[in-house]
């Protein structure tokens, strides 16, 4: 009889890193059938999809209200196929909002639930510490300075090395691919891979755009896209845009492609940012979000950065401009001086080194497999 694991991987970042775990389980224990939430990435390692990320992927308390029956319903679904199937393991990744809640039911129904990337305990809300170690049963964090966090309980985590410093490896190794420039001198656009990013932070990133494309004429932009839904969102927005460059084109995946391949880079906040660190393309970290989200956030975040590249570094390696500071002309000036060899380029090239020597070189995926795969 099969084995049978539920992964639930909530957004594109999630799902990405979960098929790389279950690609290397599969390599362990062919026969294991894995089935729950995920996206492409996951589907194409032969996880049978309940819900698409498509859907999942929404960020902000007013954002997550307005989708609530839905939010409910798919918890209904999953938890209805739990009892169906009766699966001896989950491995839930990320996705805090829903994965904490269904890892309590999936406890009642005597289900291991195996925890991949941690909630940002580290930034906000500590309380949900002793909460998620009643309801976890192993958690795997992608940061060193994670596993201190957890040590007054009796939860057994391990730091299993972070993902994106192998595929990132992986990657650089592989030839590079041709992409539709219009120049020579490029800059990457990194609007976010959902729907309210895209809304709220994209019409500033084309204005920014317009802004450099008169400071240095000779260059050209490519926004990078997650999926075909968040393509014909892009281009929608493109064409209601009074203000965009001339030289612009959009592309359907190969966002790290786009980063290798461009001088500069402006991303929207998450995971993104640290894989352009990565990959080594100096860029400005952009967010916006409603109002009443970012008033809630400010109140509760106890960090002093927002960015995955700050906070592994703790300083500033990358400007973060946020809410009102996101302005055009503020992230236009910003990304300026990253075009050309100035002490701010550098300096953030130096960070990026920095950054990588304290994520290590852990093989995140296999170890993620061999404790999922080994208990």
Request: glycine content about 6%; aromatic content about 6%.
């Amino acid at each position: 009889m099969k084995k049978s694991i539920l992964v639930v991987a909530g957004e594109v970042s999630g799902d990405l890193h979960a098929a790389g775990a279950i690609r290397a389980l599969k390599d362990r224990a062919p026969d294991t059938a894995c089935w729950g939430i995920g996206g492409d990435h996951l589907k194409a390692e032969g996880v049978e999809l309940l819900q698409h990320t498509d859907r999942m992927g929404v960020m902000g308390i007013v954002e997550v209200l307005k989708q609530y029956r839905f939010f409910k319903g798919v918890m209904k679904q999953v938890l209805a196929e739990v009892d169906t199937r009766k699966p001896e393991k989950a491995l839930l990744v990320d996705y805090p909002g829903f994965n904490l809640r269904l890892a309590a039911e999936l406890k009642k129904r005597g289900v291991k639930v195996f925890y991949y990337i941690s909630p940002k305990v580290w930034a906000w809300n500590k309380k949900r510490i002793p909460k998620m170690a009643a309801v976890i049963d192993r958690l795997m964090v992608i940061f060193p300075f994670e596993v201190e966090l957890f040590k007054a309980t009796d939860l057994t985590v391990d730091f299993v090395g972070n993902p994106l410093v192998e595929q990132i490896d992986d990657f650089l190794a592989a030839p590079s691919a041709e992409l539709p420039w219009g120049s020579e001198r490029r800059i990457a656009l990194l609007p976010g891979s959902r729907k309210q990013e895209i809304l709220r932070i994209l019409p500033t990133i084309l204005s920014a755009a317009k802004r450099l494309e008169t400071a240095f004429p000779d260059v050209s932009f490519m926004i990078a896209s997650p999926n075909a839904r968040i393509e014909n969102l892009v281009n929608e927005q493109m064409a209601r845009s009074r203000e965009k460059p001339a030289r612009l084109e959009v592309i359907r995946g190969n966002a790290r492609e786009l980063m290798r391949q461009a001088e500069a880079a402006i991303v929207t906040s998450g995971t993104a940012t640290l894989e352009t660190a990565l990959i080594g393309t100096p860029h400005i970290l952009v967010y916006k979000t409603s109002a009443f989200t970012y008033w809630f956030a400010r109140s509760v975040v106890k960090i002093s950065h927002i960015g995955l590249v700050n906070i592994i570094a703790q300083k500033t390696v990358c400007p973060e401009l946020i809410q009102l500071d996101a302005a055009p002309e503020t992230l236009a000036a910003e990304t300026a001086k990253l075009m050309a060899d100035t002490p701010e380029r550098a300096a953030m090239l130096a960070g990026y080194a920095e950054v990588r020597r304290l994520l290590g070189t852990k093989k995140a995926a296999e170890n993620v497999a061999a404790i999922l795969g080994g208990e």
